[in-house]
């Protein structure tokens, strides 16, 4: 059993926290520092009450003892015995081999929140299988009807390095009704996957991780996945450095393959390539809605590459800097409701608009673009329909959007544009309806 170290806690702004925190969560880990956390004791001494307990089955908890079998063992019984929850103690356990967390079995930690920078407290299982293999078998392996709640992983070996050690997947499911609740994932090379099988019906709550390569992947879900409270950020490699520097040219944050009625909300990414990418997958594409989602700090918010024609994707009070990209295979309708966008050094288009499916904007802001090239449009339609209303293009004198011949259908109506003049190019004739829009000195 480990020694209980008392710590006072710290508070960092959200960028102060990006800047310079990794160095301190890694000085933590390495000395073996384990703190209090400000969980439910009550909830806590129930659960001990009511499960197992991996101590009662031979874990150590000190970071040194591989407490694999252990760990197995306490699972394996939970599931015979029908008793069915597995609680971990606050402690470091070093789980050198894989986890397999059977039908219905819950396995738990000490967090009823999410944690953020905590990295050495709690119930903290420090895996170390698979370096250098980002196709091999997952660290913890969920089954049908299993949850996985208030736990941290960290990978003790990872290198911030551009690349860092490519490792499999931390967490896959294989089933519907699989729950993710609470959980920090320090540094995974990739973070959850619910897309290598069939796993409808899942659902996360409450997920903070600095996923190096990928964070979220959703495919062959083929009944309703709800996900909720995902923050994917740079807080264990920092701002700055070469680990950065890979998350930002190779980082896909959440990527969304075949799903049928996806509830995302509150799902943030920041400082990665890419925020949100839909793709076709063997299994076929999504339909989505997300509300209150966001990409901060990135070239490309979000990527379409396919989804679903009948159901499509819908935006609702999202936030994206810098833009979004449909490309030519999309058939499918995108919509963004209430949204804005703002801009980074390197942006030019808030919208590329490449698919042969719809795309609308409605209540919409749009700043910074043309950063680079200052006549490029903060929407370019190149083929399909696009709708623009209700929006505003606040900076002043720069083209709003151009309409290439190509394009089905445009309707821009009733927007706000600033500087001189209306900026707006229509290549497509009569294809675009262009009226009642306003411009203002500033």
Not at 22 to 35: E, K, Q, R, S
Not at 348 to 358: E, N, R, T, V, Y
Not at 427 to 434: D, E, F, R, V
Request: glycine share 12%; charged share 15%; net charge neutral.
């Amino acid at each position: 059993m480990f020694k209980q170290n008392l710590m006072n806690p710290t508070h960092y702004t959200r960028r102060q926290m990006l800047s310079g925190l990794g160095v301190t969560a890694v000085a933590g880990l390495a000395a073996g520092t384990v703190t209090t956390v400000n969980a439910d004791e009550k909830k806590n001494d129930a659960l001990r009450v009511r499960s197992l307990n991996v101590l009662d089955f031979g874990a150590a908890g000190d970071g040194v003892k591989d407490d694999t079998a252990a760990f197995a063992t306490a699972l394996k019984t939970a599931s015979d015995t029908g008793n069915l929850c597995v609680f971990v103690p606050r402690g470091r356990y070093l789980i050198a081999g894989h986890l397999d967390i059977p039908h219905s079995v819950t396995l738990e930690g000490v967090f009823s929140a999410p944690s953020g920078r905590t990295q050495g407290h709690g119930s903290v299982l420090l895996a170390t299988a698979g370096a250098g293999d980002a196709k091999g078998k997952p660290f913890i392996m969920m089954h049908a009807s299993s949850t996985l709640r208030g736990i941290t992983v960290f990978y003790p070996e990872q290198k911030m390095k551009n690349p860092p050690v490519p490792y499999p997947w931390t967490i896959r499911g294989h089933g519907d009704n699989i729950s993710l609740i609470d959980l920090l994932l320090v540094n995974p090379y990739q973070a959850v996957d619910f897309g290598t099988h069939a796993a409808g019906r899942h659902f996360i709550k409450g997920l903070y991780a600095q996923a190096l390569y990928r964070g979220l992947f959703v495919d062959q879900c083929f009944d309703v996945g709800r996900i909720e409270n995902i923050h994917f950020w740079a807080f264990w490699g920092g701002w700055d450095g070469e680990l950065y520097d890979f998350m930002k040219a190779e980082g896909i944050a959440f990527v969304i393959g075949r799903t049928d009625w996806e509830y995302m909300t509150n799902c943030f990414c920041i400082g990665y390539n890419i925020g949100f990418q839909f793709v076709q997958t063997a299994a076929g594409s999504p339909n989505c809605v997300l509300t209150q989602c966001g990409s901060d700090i990135g070239p490309i918010a979000v990527k379409v590459e396919s989804c679903q024609p009948h159901a499509g994707l819908s935006f609702v009070n999202g936030q994206f800097m810098a833009g979004i990209e449909i490309t030519e295979s999309n058939t499918g309708p995108v919509k963004f409701t209430s949204s804005g966008f703002w801009g980074i050094a390197s942006t030019d288009h808030h919208a590329m608009l490449a698919g042969s499916g719809h795309t609308t904007f409605n209540g919409c802001h749009f700043i910074g673009w043309g950063q680079k090239d200052t006549k490029a449009p903060a929407i370019h339609a190149k083929r399909g329909g696009v709708t623009v209303t209700a929006c505003d293009f606040i900076d002043l004198g720069k083209a709003q959007l151009t309409i290439e011949s190509e394009v089905d259908a445009a309707l821009i109506y009733g927007n706000r544009f600033r500087g001189k003049e209306q900026l707006v190019i229509n290549n497509a004739g009569a294809k675009a309806q262009i009226s009642l829009n306003v411009v203002t000195p500033k």
